[in-house]
């Protein structure tokens, strides 16, 4: 092979080292596409393996909380169901060895015996109130509260829950505030007035004795009537408002408000968010305009005549 002119050795030349380097650049270009391959599987194989440990972790994380969580409710059961027992059975076995063994040192006077029995009666009511919220708790999560509806006004809600709760609301001022002509509703009356009562109780347990409570109903949008209950206690943190509403949960136990630890098992804002919610109505806590106290406030829609013999599955 000969080259007849000098500028071919040069473009041969220029061509071969043009081959060269082209083929040095597409191996390392092949090259770096399989390191970026293989970086890629073994990315990809790192996030499959650190995804499976973080759910392995976040699963064995969610058994640790649920038996946590069975822990405190079985602790609340038991705590609400042996206290009343308790009472019942020293005030019973008083009574009894009284009246089996007439050579006792000391009788019980009469007195005594009817505050006994006041106690077996007083402790027998609560436990029967007990019994029937984890029943009607039940009946909510599984989906079987059935509401009873019918055409009713909102004074005659809030007048039977106050008639109720007499005995909590005793020496204290209710202030109730009712919208004037506001419409009648097509509401399950009791569970409703069940839930203004259970609001009262709640505010004259975290309040000071002898502190108002308020009952406010009005419009609240269309469609919608808003009654609210205010207190005068020490209110309740934002990041608890929501856990107020969880079965069992109580503010001032789980949540360290105050030092104040009134009586109660925890299961009323439960039942009440339960009952609201199959009304397809909202309950929420929130701070009161003046800053100190409580307001839990609750909405229920007015309803029309085909809603008064709904049953919410």
């Known amino acids: 092979m000969t ?62 909380e649920s038996e946590k969580l069975k822990s405190a409710l079985l602790d609340a059961v038991t705590h609400d169901l042996r206290t009343p027992l308790a009472s019942i059975k020293a005030s019973i076995t008083t009574l009894l060895d009284e009246a089996r063994d007439g050579k006792r040192e000391i009788t019980l006077d009469r007195e005594s015996r009817l505050e006994m029995m006041e106690v077996i009666d007083e402790e027998s009511d609560r436990l029967n109130r007990f019994i029937g919220g984890l029943i009607d708790l039940a009946r909510i999560e599984a989906g079987e509260f059935h509401l009873r509806r019918k055409w009713g006004t909102v004074d005659e809600i809030i007048s039977q829950a106050l008639a109720r709760a007499e005995t909590v609301t005793k020496g204290r001022k209710v202030e109730v505030d009712i919208e004037r002509e506001l419409p009648v509703v097509s509401v399950d009356e009791r569970a409703v007035s069940e839930v203004v009562y259970t609001l009262v109780d709640n ?56 030092d104040h630890q009134p009586s109660g098992n925890g299961m009323g804002l439960a039942i009440a968010k339960g009952i609201i919610e199959a009304h397809k109505g909202t309950i929420w806590v929130e701070s009161k305009s003046t800053g100190h106290g409580a307001r839990v406030v609750f909405t229920v829609p007015i309803g029309d005549d085909e809603t008064s013999e709904l049953a919410v599955n």
């Open 3 to 64: 080259v007849a002119h000098p500028q071919n050795w040069v473009a041969l030349f220029v061509f071969f080292t043009t081959a060269v380097v082209v083929g040095q650049l597409s191996a390392r270009a092949k090259q770096r596409a399989e390191e970026a391959e293989q970086g890629r599987k073994e990315i990809e194989r790192l996030y499959s393996e650190l995804r499976d440990a973080f759910e392995r972790a976040s699963h064995a994380e969610a058994l640790k």
């Open 203 to 258: 505010a004259a347990k975290y309040s000071p004795a002898t502190s108002e409570i308020k009952i406010k109903a009005q419009r609240s949008g269309e469609g919608l009537i808003m009654i609210a209950v205010e207190d005068n206690g020490p209110g309740i943190p934002p990041e608890l408002r929501q856990r107020v509403f969880d079965k069992f949960f109580r503010a001032t136990r789980d949540g360290d408000v105050t």
